[in-house]
T-cell receptor
Framework: AQSVTQPDIHITVSEGASLELRCNYS??????LFWYVQSPGQGLQLLLK??????LVQGIKGFEAEFKRSQSSFNLRKPSVHWSDAAEYFC???????????FGTGTRLQVTL | DVKVTQSSRYLVKRTGEKVFLECVQD?????MFWYRQDPGLGLRLIYF???????EKGDIPEGYSVSREKKERFSLILESASTNQTSMYLC?????????????FGDGTRLSIL
């Protein structure tokens, strides 16, 4: 069965530092992968998605993610974190039909000033 | 822009009550979803619907049911609320017009069962 693992429950970075959030997936075929962000008290917002083609995907808010098939990974990166990036981040993989998604357990990002 | 609206941000109910959580979308979404979100567990799919009057069980349907009488509205029903159903509930929709079409989420309903 398809699954997503986010190994880091909580990460703290300083404002201006670079960020990498890890995501590993388990899927038999080429996966459709997503990163979502959830600000406190809000729903989830799509940051970016990968279906095929270029393995480096650009998203909103300066985020990017790189698909590495050999490592079954889809890590999210940002060169310079802003205090407003503090939120919870979810990686997800498309599962079956009707746009069903399987989510990871999330990584909470704290940004120190 | 796509808009998914959940009728309540916060809800407090008592054990044994029948609870309705409402979700409305203003786009022509074919697919609609109900998740619950718990710390350390991420989002888990309860039910989804790919058309009016159609529904399918997700990963954790026990204790829940859903209703989709109109395309724009998808209701989650707790038949007899229990304390272990205290959680954040998120509704989402997607157009269903292509593989991997992203889901758009509402702001969530934080439900407490006392």
């Amino acid at each position: 069965a398809q699954s997503v693992t986010q190994p880091d429950i909580h990460i703290t970075v300083s404002e201006g530092a670079s960020l990498e959030l890890r995501c590993n997936y388990s899927y038999g075929a080429t996966p459709y992968l997503f990163w979502y962000v959830q600000s406190p008290g809000q729903g989830l917002q799509l940051l970016l998605k990968y279906f095929s083609g270029d393995t480096l995907v650009q998203g909103i808010k300066g985020f990017e993610a790189e698909f590495k098939r050999s490592q079954s990974s889809f890590n999210l990166r940002k060169p310079s974190v802003h205090w407003s990036d503090a939120a919870e981040y979810f990686c997800a993989v498309l599962t079956g039909t009707a746009s069903k998604l399987t989510f990871g357990t999330g990584t909470r990002l704290q940004v120190t000033l | 822009d796509v808009k998914v609206t959940q009728s309540s941000r916060y809800l407090v109910k008592r054990t044994g009550e029948k609870v309705f959580l409402e979700c409305v979308q203003d786009m022509d979404h074919e697919n609609m979803f109900w998740y619950r979100q718990d710390p350390g567990l991420g989002l888990r799919l309860i039910y989804f619907s790919y058309d009016v009057k159609m529904k399918e069980k997700g990963d954790i349907p026990e204790g829940y049911s859903v209703s989709r009488e109109k395309k724009e509205r998808f209701s989650l029903i707790l038949e007899s609320a229990s304390t272990n159903q205290t959680s954040m509930y998120l509704c989402a929709g997607s157009t269903g017009q292509g593989i991997g079409e992203p889901q758009h989420f509402g702001d969530g309903t934080r439900l407490s069962i006392l």
